[in-house]
């Protein structure tokens, strides 16, 4: 029996019950079993069906991408930046030159020396496509590597967040490539997948819709220090790493239970209480903030084209709702208004007066009715896969349908699909959309620069494309406010300027606990965004 097999979880838990374990079985052979490679099995919250991390914000290719490639700097267990490929840099008196050298020992997959060059092309690939990234190069003159390991980025500006942004949380994370799929257009997926990460992708054993196999990277150098966050030493002790799609979470319950997988990502929040009285499994939740629902408008076409079409959203949806299905346990909700998330230095509810108003559904209407909406269908791309965008989903469809001046047009698909899909320009008839749920991690959308979905850069914008130019003006001096004081007020303008244009519609706060078995893992990190496989010892 496979027992790596995603059809068969329960007929394992079967055996199991019935007393035909074949760890039992193994035990009679001792040495055979020593010798058998050391395989993390672990379900994530969708399934890997995209190779490129910069090509889309999606956070299940952002985990694919941690385990194949690296960075330069990464966020500690403190959400401080530490150097991770970078062995040394230097500032100049000015803050406008930074210089930095790798460290010895840097290799990609296929045994080439990871060189200056490559990380030059890889930064100014991820910084046409990241938000925070075209933040950073609005402030960049140049980019040159200045020998094999060191090269020098220049400012037109002191900036002070160059760190912060190299080393940020969620995604698209400023992974290093090859020079030769860096130069790929930004705006085409690479097809090759070769980095110097501690994981080595297993092309040729990846089934989409079943798993997705990484093997370790015998030639990879970890840093000295210990794991910290995305931070620290990398140090891999497993053979392999198996991410099981399971798209039923019934049946990614049902697997860790038996013992068939090792690690469940995003357990759902009815089946907590069973796993928390579960002998060898543990729950563990990141200290850290957790995550942010949004409701995704497309600025492109109507009705949400129009500013008054997407104010009347806040007439119409109740986040408290959400909160009620995504996460019951009252211990893992939080209401909040902040468009940077809450608890974080940037919290602000300015201008949030219209959404924390009683629903008005004639006032919706009047709004709907000065956009010039006239009952055409509002397209909207159901994810019925994803542990929570697909509840979700129900309730804004419920809420939606609610106002009933509002003609819907729900289309049910997996999530890669809506990845594929949100990413289209064309109108809705022509394959588009108005409407999508995803959502981001608090850390990074914490961080008015770093919060992708906020920004309204027009065609340099995020899926949604909004576009005001004073709003960017506004978001582009925080980047150079000189102190908290400062960058805080500002945090309050920014914040009434997102409510009056609604980029999107946010639906409230929530942490995840991950579920692993505790009596078969150790060396577990706890991460506030994308999960880290390595440090990870199987007993």
Same mark, same amino acid.
């Given at each position: ?24 079985? %193994? ?18 919250? %969708?399934?890997?069906?995209?190779? &490129? ?48 050298? $790798?460290?010895?020992? =840097? ?9 200056? /060059? ?15 990234? /075209? ?28 760190? &912060? ?7 698209? =994370? ?7 799929? %860096? ?20 092309r040729d ?12 990277? +015998? ?22 790493v198996?991410?099981?799609? *399971? ?16 690690? $469940?990502?995003?357990?759902?929040? &009815? ?44 007439? !119409? ?18 209401l909040?208004?902040s468009?940077?998330?809450c608890?974080?230095? *940037? ?13 008005? $559904? ?6 709907? /009715? ?7 269908? !509002?397209? !909207?791309?159901? +994810? ?12 804004m ?15 049910? *698909?997996?999530?890669?699909t ?10 809705? @008839? ?19 620069v ?7 850069g027009?065609? /340099? @914008? ?23 004081e ?5 945090a ?32 577990? !990190? ?6 880290? *496989? ?6």
């Amino acid at each position: 029996m496979d027992i790596r097999s995603t059809q068969a979880p329960l007929r394992l838990a079967t055996l199991v019950v019935a007393g035909v374990s074949t760890a039992v079985l %193994a035990a009679a052979s001792l040495p055979a079993l020593a010798q058998q490679p050391k395989t993390l099995r672990a379900t994530m919250h %969708a399934d890997v069906r995209q190779l &490129d991390p910069f090509w889309t914000t999606q956070t299940i290719v952002g985990i694919h991408g941690a385990m194949v490639y690296d960075t330069l700097f990464s966020s500690d267990a403190n959400l401080q930046p530490q150097p991770q490929m970078v062995e040394k840099w230097t500032v100049s008196e000015d803050r406008k030159t930074y210089v930095f050298t $790798l460290r010895d020992g =840097l290799k990609f997959h296929d045994g080439t020396p990871v060189m200056a /060059k490559d990380a030059v092309a890889s930064m100014k690939r991820w910084g046409a496509r990241d938000g925070a990234g /075209k933040q950073l190069m609005g402030f960049t003159d140049s980019i040159t590597a200045t020998g094999d390991k060191t090269f020098e980025w220049k400012l037109k500006e002191p900036y002070g967040l160059v760190l &912060d942004t190299l080393a940020k949380q969620g995604t698209n =994370l400023p992974f290093v490539m090859r020079e030769k799929e %860096a130069m790929v257009d930004p705006f085409q997926q690479i097809t090759e997948v070769v980095g110097s990460g501690p994981f080595v992708f297993k092309r040729d054993e990846w089934v989409p819709g079943s798993k997705t196999i990484y093997a370790k990277f +015998a030639d990879y150098v970890p840093r000295k220090e210990p794991a910290s966050g995305h931070a620290g030493g990398k140090v891999v002790k497993v053979d392999r790493v198996e991410f099981i799609w *399971m798209p039923d979470p019934q049946t990614a319950q049902s697997a860790l239970v038996a013992g068939e997988i090792d690690y $469940l990502e995003n357990p759902q929040i &009815d089946f907590l209480p069973m796993l928390e009285s579960t002998p060898g499994i543990k729950l563990e939740t990141n200290p850290a903030q957790g995550t942010m629902g949004l409701i995704q408008l497309n600025h492109l076409h109507p009705p949400f084209n129009n500013v008054k079409a997407r104010q009347a959203m806040l007439h !119409i949806i109740n986040p408290q709702d959400f909160l009620n299905t995504i996460a019951a346990d009252k211990k893992l909700q939080k209401l909040c208004y902040s468009y940077f998330g809450c608890g974080v230095p *940037m919290e602000t509810d300015a201008g949030s007066e219209p959404y924390k108003a009683a629903k008005d $559904l004639k006032k919706a209407e009047q709004l709907f /009715k000065e956009a010039g909406y006239k009952g055409e269908p !509002i397209t !909207i791309l159901h +994810a019925t896969d994803h542990q929570y965008i697909n509840p979700a989903n129900l309730v804004m469809i419920q809420q939606l349908r609610r106002a009933s001046f509002l003609k819907l047009d729900v289309q049910a *698909m997996d999530w890669g699909t809506v990845v594929s899909r949100r990413a289209k320009r064309e109108t809705p @008839a022509q394959g588009g959309w108005n409407i999508f749920i995803t959502g981001t991690t608090v850390l990074s959308s914490a961080n008015p620069v770093t919060n992708t979905w906020i920004g309204m850069g027009c065609e /340099k @914008a995020n899926v949604g494309w909004p576009c005001n130019a004073e709003f960017e003006a506004a978001r582009r001096a925080w980047g150079l406010a000189p102190d908290l004081e400062t960058r805080q007020k500002l945090a309050v303008d920014l914040s009434k300027r997102l409510y009056d244009q609604v980029p999107f519609v946010s639906f409230a706060q929530w942490t995840s606990p991950v579920a692993y078995r505790s009596d078969k893992l150790s060396g577990v !990190i706890s991460t506030p965004s994308i999960p880290a *496989m390595w440090n990870i010892e199987k007993k």
